[in-house]
């Protein structure tokens, strides 16, 4: 069978059957059998299962993988390659339903609270009158014998640091103040904070040790029974004075440690770190040179510095490289075990990132799973030797990791890769929460490494049977985006229609350009998480 001119078909086809020198994408089929998408101007191919496209002027592959759920706006991440896109990243942006409220933000840290509060009075004698307007609040309340007050709520859950409420006031008589969670709402009860008195003044008011902060619902202010006035300017949540705790970097140039040790050293100690995580050489299930680690390591503890050993590889989160990836945990474990206290390694921390592998290698209804199967052999292998792992911010919504991470990690670093500080804090919140609450420690990574300019094009879903610049095909269960040249409608189709293209050069993601910007955010960001009980110190990404 001969095809028109200009014509192209879309195939799908065993790996092994498909043409090479064609553009293409990798898919996975059942039992993890690799297929490959193709475009070609042949009407067929042998073995392959074949769709006409007509006239489609083709200009990249993009495989969303059988699981994947199509959204109305896709985003695609990548760059022009030979003449063609070609993708490296892939968001399915969450439709908005409309009817299921913002998940709440973890209360803001030394910001006036009241300026995002409401204010409801409370008592059956309605003897309060209260009034919030630009972030202060003023109560009056007339004498009474029976409870009255007010119910200061917001759209937030209330971190696990160690911290007080700091309030700012004027009036007279003497105000109680309550914090309750959802529990002791339901009951028309709270727990206790202190009080403010009469006069002037700032107030640290303690949150309760048994309030849910999680379920934070609000706090009460309890007028005296003798009456009384308020005025407050300001209500913030103030970290304790933070626990002191070391910086760190990667040294990913093992010729660093190994050759030019007093000088990656000095460098360090300029540059305040507390921690290096080096590149060690294993050999035969073993550490290659253990003398010459035993010496760096002694040599960077007189100085004050502690070194760790990093391993990383997507791959190793694939069950056939399970057991050499364990077994490289068990050649430092030996190391320790053998070495003097003074030379023995901090820990060993794996950077897997296993979210890298695509989705014919890994599925990613497969990921997690295999992740914490990973997760599981690591620690066995590791014995009591410290175990940490490197994790993107964004993993904090997934509970299966993060409860595998409780039960087999004694740390994590979260990739937190922004450079907003507000972003940086938000980010790192959950993690510092799930450390306090695990008792685990956490590092927080920044990045100062270069990264490449890249495109990223937004995709909106448009009417069936309309034109699209990129079309999305389901042909056996297997989802593809065919991108266009020129837009045009497939009956099979799904359109999408290109409403936005723009560079991404990442200052909002690395310091890269100004690191002196970095250095400069560092001592903040430390007093804040340094109230978190388990923060184990900032980490600093190419740094050097």
Same mark, same amino acid.
């Given at each position: 069978m001969s095809a028109p001119a200009h014509a192209a078909f879309l195939h799908l086809c065993p790996a092994a059957s498909a043409p090479g020198g064609a553009l293409s994408a990798k898919a996975l089929g059942p039992g993890g059998k690799e297929l490959r998408f193709v475009v070609t101007g042949a009407a067929t191919l042998p073995g392959c299962r074949s769709l006409d496209?007509?006239?489609?002027?083709?200009?990249?592959?993009?495989?969303?993988?059988?699981?994947?759920?199509?959204?109305?706006?896709?985003?695609?991440?990548?760059?022009?390659?030979?003449?063609?896109?070609a993708v490296s990243e892939q968001t399915l942006v969450p439709d908005g339903g409309g009817n299921e409220p913002a998940a709440p933000e973890p209360m803001p840290l030394r910001t006036n609270l009241l300026a995002a509060m409401q204010v409801r009075p409370y008592g059956v004698e309605e003897r309060v009158q209260a009034r919030l307007d630009r972030g202060r609040l003023r109560i009056d309340c007339r004498a009474g014998a029976r409870p009255a007050g007010v119910l200061l709520t917001g759209p937030w859950t209330i971190p696990r640091l160690r911290a007080s409420l700091k309030a700012t006031y004027s009036g007279k008589g003497r105000f109680a103040w309550q914090a309750a969670d959802a529990a002791q709402a339901a009951r028309e009860s709270a727990l206790?904070?202190?009080?403010?008195?009469?006069?002037?003044?700032?107030?640290?008011?303690?949150?309760p040790a048994g309030l849910?902060?999680?379920?934070?619902?609000?706090?009460?202010?309890?007028?005296?029974?003798?009456?009384?006035?308020?005025?407050?300017?300001?209500?913030?949540?103030?970290?304790?004075?933070?626990?002191?705790?070391?910086?760190?970097?990667?040294?990913?140039?093992?010729?660093?440690?190994?050759?030019?040790?007093?000088?990656?050293?000095?460098?360090?100690?300029?540059?305040?770190?507390?921690?290096?995580?080096?590149?060690?050489?294993?050999?035969?299930?073993?550490?290659?040179?253990?003398d010459a680690l035993a010496a760096f390591v002694r040599h960077a503890r007189r100085r004050g510095i502690g070194i760790s050993a990093v391993e990383g590889d997507p791959h190793m989160v694939l069950p056939l490289e399970r057991a050499a990836? =364990?077994?490289?945990?068990?050649? %430092?474990? !030996?190391?320790? *075990? +053998?070495?003097?206290? /003074? &030379?023995?390694?901090?820990?060993?921390?794996?950077?897997?990132?296993?979210?890298?592998?695509?989705?014919?290698?890994?599925?990613? =209804?497969?990921?997690?799973?295999? %992740?914490? !199967?990973?997760? *599981? +052999?690591?620690?066995? /292998? &590791?014995?009591?030797?410290?175990?940490?792992?490197?994790?993107?911010?964004?993993?904090?919504?997934?509970?299966?990791?993060?409860d595998a991470l409780a039960r087999h990690a004694d740390a994590v670093s979260?990739?937190?890769?922004?450079?907003?500080?507000?972003?940086i804090l938000r980010f790192a919140v959950p993690f510092l929460d799930w450390g306090a609450t695990n008792g685990k420690r956490v590092r927080i990574a920044l990045e100062a490494g270069p990264l490449p300019l890249e495109t990223q094009r937004r995709y909106l879903r448009t009417q069936d049977g309309g034109a699209g610049d990129m079309?999305?095909?389901?042909?056996?269960?297997?989802?593809?985006?065919?991108?266009?040249?020129?837009?045009?409608?497939?009956?099979?189709?799904?359109?999408?229609?290109?409403?936005?293209?723009?560079r991404i050069d990442g200052s909002a993601t690395t310091f890269h350009k100004d690191k002196d910007a970095l250095r400069a955010l560092l001592p903040r960001l430390e007093a804040d998480f340094g109230a978190w009980p388990g923060f184990a110190g900032i980490a600093l990404h190419e740094i050097r």
């Open positions: 496209l007509g006239a489609a002027q083709v200009e990249a592959l993009h495989v969303l993988g059988p699981t994947a759920t199509p959204t109305t706006t896709i985003l695609l991440q990548g760059d022009d390659k030979d003449g063609r896109f206790g904070m202190g009080q403010i008195s009469a006069g002037a003044g700032t107030a640290s008011l303690l949150l849910d902060r999680t379920n934070w619902r609000h706090f009460a202010l309890a007028c005296p029974a003798a009456g009384g006035t308020l005025a407050l300017d300001a209500l913030t949540l103030e970290p304790d004075v933070p626990v002191v705790a070391p910086r760190s970097t990667w040294i990913w140039d093992r010729s660093a440690w190994l050759e030019r040790g007093d000088e990656l050293l000095d460098w360090a100690v300029r540059e305040r770190l507390g921690e290096l995580f080096i590149v060690v050489q294993l050999e035969e299930g073993r550490v290659k040179d253990p990836t =364990a077994a490289r945990a068990r050649a %430092y474990a !030996a190391y320790n *075990a +053998a070495a003097e206290p /003074a &030379a023995r390694l901090r820990g060993i921390q794996f950077d897997i990132e296993p979210y890298l592998l695509p989705e014919h290698v890994l599925p990613a =209804a497969r990921l997690d799973g295999e %992740y914490v !199967a990973t997760l *599981a +052999a690591l620690r066995e /292998a &590791a014995g009591d030797m410290p175990l940490e792992f490197v994790v993107p911010f964004w993993w904090g919504g997934r509970q299966e990791v993060l979260v990739m937190d890769y922004r450079t907003d500080p507000g972003q079309l999305l095909f389901t042909v056996e269960d297997q989802q593809v985006l065919v991108l266009l040249r020129q837009p045009m409608a497939h009956p099979r189709a799904a359109p999408y229609r290109l409403v936005d293209t723009r």
